[in-house]
């Protein structure tokens, strides 16, 4: 009877993110909070914890929403 492979793969994809307001890469572990455009609904806005605590605002690439 032979055995299932036990071997883990050590890679993970990680999908770097970026900051809607301050274009800033995310690592995959900070504080961020990841909503849909609330004028459109298209576009996926990602806010920093730095941006959302500053209340710095951004801007849908589709349709040009701007919120705090």
């Known amino acids: 009877m032979e055995r299932p492979s036990t071997q ?3 890679y993970e994809t990680a999908y770097m993110r ?6 800033r890469l995310l ?6 909070v990841i909503f849909s455009c609330p004028n459109c609904g298209q576009v ?3 806010r920093c ?4 605590k500053q ?5 849908c ?4 929403f701007t919120g705090p």
Not at 61 to 64: I, L, M, R, T
């Open 44 to 46: 996926e806005i990602i």
């Open 49 to 52: 914890y730095k941006c959302r």
């Open 8 to 10: 883990l793969s050590v």
């Open 55 to 59: 209340t710095v605002k951004y801007t």
């Open 27 to 32: 690592r995959p572990d900070e504080k961020a």
């Open 18 to 23: 970026v900051c809607t307001s301050c274009r």
């Open 61 to 64: 690439p589709v349709c040009g």
